[in-house]
């Protein structure tokens, strides 16, 4: 598939997972704005979002960690108005009678009605394309539909999310420290770095690798840094282990960031008893680490630095804070998670 031409000139949706933060559609309007910063947003609900732009949505789909679902937009009516409005809908301008086709509904309000209104997505496809096949195990096609409040949204794609967080959880690696993120979190931070395929990301507290493991994996070069050889080893040990490639895993200082410049940085800063931090606080690492930061980027581009929520970070010099969240981990941690663009 060409991710560079949109197959449709209208919307693209989007049903984003229910984590209860701003990080899912955070997260959705940076991998946007990375390909196409004109698109237009219209929010239905806090889990689903339109959007007007350039851009193929299998490229949101292909690197996200909180979209559900997504594709082409085709049309939004009531729901009590699907089986009148559904008839409307030209299928055969993007799929054939040789099309396998699938139909999946996504029932965002109370009631449970999601197979009867698969039926007549199914029902209605077949009346356009009498030889379209069904295939719920392997669809060329997968015709999308979300009730959300009195709204139905249909839309359609031929993308299936296989995103393997399970394979690449912490304690499934090579190198394990209690310290590592979870991959679907780590993804998340790097989508909100802005970075694109081929560019260069920086993580000065690798830990585990990750964030890089992510970045590389979503096509970014990558270059990690630690104080610790322990974690440097560790790290490589786990990017060779998904035979994933870096620029180079330092052992050093972040303090001491390379010379060379890099694209985007996005960063775990080392806290709590499990942290390689050498003994620094963290609020005294997270302020010498930004001032050092600074230089390394080029303006306009973001720095995502992850810390606990009881650390203010308000004002940072030659830095602009684009945006904050709040990811709640567990009774005694809530990350905070705060964008830098540099000025």
């Given at each position: 598939?060409?991710?560079?031409?949109?197959?449709?000139?209208?919307?693209?949706?989007?049903?984003?997972?229910?984590?209860?933060?701003?990080?899912?559609?955070?997260?959705?309007?940076?991998?946007?704005?990375?390909?196409?910063?004109?698109?237009?947003?219209?929010?239905?609900?806090?889990?689903?979002?339109?959007?007007?732009?350039?851009?193929?949505?299998?490229?949101?789909?292909?690197?996200?960690?909180?979209?559900?679902?997504?594709?082409?937009?085709?049309?939004?009516?009531?729901?009590?108005?699907?089986?009148?409005?559904?008839?409307?809908?030209?299928?055969?301008?993007?799929?054939?009678?040789?099309?396998?086709?699938?139909?999946?509904?996504?029932n965002l309000?109370?009631?449970?009605?999601?197979e009867r209104?698969?039926?007549?997505?199914?029902?209605?496809?077949?009346?356009?394309?009498?030889?379209?096949?069904?295939?719920?195990?392997?669809?060329?096609?997968?015709?999308?539909?979300?009730?959300?409040?009195?709204?139905?949204?249909?839309?359609?794609?031929?993308?299936?999310?296989?995103?393997?967080?399970?394979?690449?959880?912490?304690?499934?690696?090579?190198?394990?420290?209690?310290?590592?993120?979870?991959?679907?979190?780590?993804?998340?931070l790097v989508?909100?770095?802005?970075?694109?395929?081929?560019?260069?990301?920086?993580?000065?507290?690798?830990?585990?690798?990750?964030?890089?493991?992510?970045?590389?994996?979503?096509?970014?070069?990558?270059?990690?840094?630690?104080?610790?050889?322990?974690?440097?080893?560790?790290?490589?040990?786990?990017?060779?282990?998904?035979?994933?490639?870096?620029?180079?895993?330092?052992?050093?200082?972040?303090?001491?960031?390379?010379?060379?410049?890099?694209?985007?940085?996005?960063?775990?800063?080392?806290?709590?008893?499990?942290?390689?931090?050498?003994?620094?606080?963290?609020?005294?690492?997270?302020?010498?680490?930004?001032?050092?930061?600074?230089?390394?980027?080029?303006?306009?581009?973001?720095?995502?630095?992850?810390?606990?929520?009881?650390?203010?970070?308000?004002?940072?010099?030659?830095?602009?804070?684009?945006?904050?969240?709040?990811?709640?981990?567990?009774?005694?941690?809530?990350?905070?998670?705060?964008?830098?663009?540099?000025?």
């Amino acid at each position: 598939m060409d991710y560079s031409k949109p197959m449709l000139a209208n919307g693209r949706f989007f049903l984003l997972s229910g984590e209860e933060s701003t990080l899912p559609m955070a997260e959705l309007v940076a991998i946007v704005e990375t390909y196409d910063d004109k698109a237009k947003f219209e929010t239905i609900d806090k889990r689903v979002a339109i959007v007007y732009g350039e851009f193929h949505p299998n490229l949101i789909l292909r690197r996200s960690a909180y979209v559900n679902a997504g594709g082409y937009l085709l049309t939004i009516c009531g729901v009590e108005d699907l089986e009148r409005s559904i008839d409307t809908i030209a299928f055969e301008e993007f799929m054939d009678d040789s099309t396998s086709f699938a139909a999946s509904v996504f029932n965002l309000s109370s009631r449970a009605l999601s197979e009867r209104f698969e039926a007549i997505i199914g029902s209605a496809v077949k009346r356009r394309l009498p030889d379209a096949k069904v295939s719920l195990k392997d669809p060329q096609q997968i015709i999308i539909g979300i009730i959300v409040n009195d709204n139905f949204i249909i839309g359609f794609t031929d993308h299936t999310k296989r995103r393997g967080w399970r394979l690449r959880r912490p304690r499934a690696r090579p190198f394990f420290h209690p310290s590592a993120l979870y991959p679907k979190f780590a993804r998340g931070l790097v989508n909100l770095s802005r970075i694109k395929e081929g560019e260069v990301l920086l993580d000065p507290f690798c830990g585990t690798g990750s964030i890089l493991m992510e970045a590389a994996l979503i096509g970014a070069n990558v270059i990690g840094m630690d104080v610790s050889m322990k974690m440097c080893r560790g790290t490589l040990n786990n990017l060779r282990y998904y035979a994933l490639e870096s620029l180079g895993i330092v052992n050093s200082d972040a303090m001491l960031l390379p010379a060379r410049r890099v694209d985007a940085i996005a960063t775990d800063i080392p806290y709590g008893r499990c942290a390689s931090s050498r003994g620094i606080k963290t609020q005294n690492l997270l302020q010498k680490f930004i001032s050092q930061a600074e230089g390394t980027m080029p303006r306009g581009r973001c720095c995502v630095i992850v810390y606990p929520n009881t650390i203010e970070l308000d004002e940072v010099d030659g830095f602009e804070v684009k945006e904050k969240h709040e990811f709640y981990v567990h009774r005694t941690l809530t990350r905070a998670i705060t964008v830098l663009k540099r000025k």
